[in-house]
């Protein structure tokens, strides 16, 4: 069963920085894709960003050129690396595995509990 834990979330003033963390259960990154996720209250849980299997990465439109996904294989981490925070950056976010490399939610079947990112204007 995969296990997925996400760490870093926090407070943070507009175009402040932040990195989270998303710790996984053996190696993960051998079978499954990767993704990241927020779900601000209120809205649906969107996708952000997603690295495949290869490392091919694909990031939602709004946070390309800000935010980076990358990953530690020797550590099973995967990382999302948010620059130039903006308030409607404010969501819980989450850390997914799943068999398709695809940022839509349906495709990821396994999930992480979330870390709260807070971004003040």
């Known amino acids: 069963q995969v296990q997925i834990m996400e760490s870093g979330g926090g407070l943070v003033q507009a175009g402040g920085s932040l990195r989270l963390s998303c710790t996984v259960s053996?190696?993960?990154?051998?079978?499954?894709?990767m993704g990241w996720f927020r779900q601000a209250p209120g809205q649906e849980r969107e996708g952000v960003a997603c690295m495949s299997i290869a490392g091919n990465t694909y990031y939602r439109t709004s946070v390309s050129g800000r935010f980076t996904i990358s990953r530690d294989i020797a550590k099973n981490t995967l990382y999302l690396q948010m620059n130039n925070l903006k308030p409607e950056d404010t969501a819980m976010y989450y850390c997914?595995?799943?068999?398709?490399?695809?940022?839509?939610?349906?495709?990821?079947?396994?999930w992480g509990q979330g870390t709260q990112v807070t971004v003040s204007s």
């Open positions: 997914a595995a799943g068999p398709t490399f695809v940022l839509q939610v349906a495709a990821y079947k396994s």
């Open positions: 053996g190696e993960i990154f051998d079978g499954y894709h």
